[in-house]
């Protein structure tokens, strides 16, 4: 009897997700009411969901090897933005969802909660007993539980994590009040004043603020700043460059790229008014000592770098 009612609330669910994804009229508060009925409906559902993303993965790949596909195509392309499947929840179909989920990683008080913490230009490797790997950049807080390794939560700074994938516990990441939830994932995520920007190299994750659910797939890139949500790509191999060595811009402000170097070499920048509005696009090699990184810094961006008694000074 359980295995078909199990089938039952699958069938249902497939139902929700067809009718949800192809009607901007679908009834929510009804979808809201299903969810309540049964505490199993909302992970029936997500496993719905995580099998729709999956197929949609298998035949993409399937079509990017298929004779059709252009011999000749630039293999260095950027890839086009590609919109994420989205559900914009109301606040009573999200708190419902959020409830059967269960809690968002609330570990603040907790005694078994810990943080770890980097100063800048320092980086560090976190190995949980999972198998999930952090590496965190410089002037990076994060807060970690010693009884659950499958919740974590970003106080602040950069961080990369490569996710043991676990079906029935996902790993979930805290940033403020949104959430990152792991689908099989390698996943880049810098916090700070206010804006969030994700990147996934591998796999995909689900994001969540409360009223919008966004899956992101790899390549994709989300920024969030206040209410607004910019979605969108990045070739994976640029994606957590710090951890290599390296940092990649595209047409960045200067006072970005200034703020990654600080992060990462722990070097304090000042930059004058002639250069701050001015955009970089190019690749920044972290290697060598600071004189070193001066020099290249000069060469690549057009500017005199300064040492100075606390850090550098950056002008035209």
Request: with cysteine.
């Amino acid at each position: 009897m359980q295995g078909l009612a199990e089938n039952t609330m699958r069938e249902e669910a497939i139902a929700w997700h067809l009718r949800l994804n192809g009607s901007v009229d679908a009834d929510w508060d009804d979808f809201a009411r299903w969810l309540e009925l049964d505490p199993r409906h909302n992970d029936i559902y997500e496993a719905v969901c995580d099998a729709d993303l999956a197929f949609e993965q298998a035949a993409g790949l399937t079509r990017s090897t298929s004779p059709e596909a252009g011999a000749g195509d630039d293999a260095f392309a950027m890839p086009q933005p590609r919109p994420a499947r989205r559900w914009m929840w109301p606040a009573m179909a999200a708190s419902v969802a959020f409830a059967a989920l269960g809690t968002w990683a609330m570990m603040g008080g907790q005694a078994n909660e810990y943080t770890v913490q980097t100063a800048p230009g320092e980086t560090r490797t976190l190995a949980l007993s999972d198998g999930t790997r952090i590496v965190l950049n410089g002037a990076t807080e994060i807060a970690l539980d010693k009884s659950d390794t499958r919740v974590a939560q970003l106080k602040a700074g950069e961080a990369q994590f490569t996710v043991h994938h676990d079906d029935a516990r996902p790993f979930t990441l805290s940033v403020g009040d949104q959430r990152i939830v792991d689908v099989g994932t390698v996943f880049n995520v810098r916090s700070g004043k206010g804006a969030l920007r994700l990147e996934v190299a591998e796999g995909a994750v689900r994001f969540e603020d409360g009223m919008t659910r966004l899956r992101l797939n790899a390549g994709d890139t989300l920024e969030t700043t206040g209410s607004s949500i910019v979605e969108g790509a990045k070739p994976v191999g640029e994606i957590g460059g710090w951890t290599r060595g390296r940092l990649v811009y595209r047409d960045t402000l200067l006072v970005e790229v200034a703020a990654d170097i600080t992060r990462t070499r722990g070097i304090a920048i000042e930059l004058g008014p002639d250069v701050s509005d001015r955009r970089f696009s190019g690749v920044i090699q972290l290697d060598g000592g600071d004189g070193a990184l001066q020099k290249r810094i000069e060469a690549l961006l057009g500017v005199k770098v300064t040492a100075t008694a606390d850090g550098w000074s950056i002008t035209r």
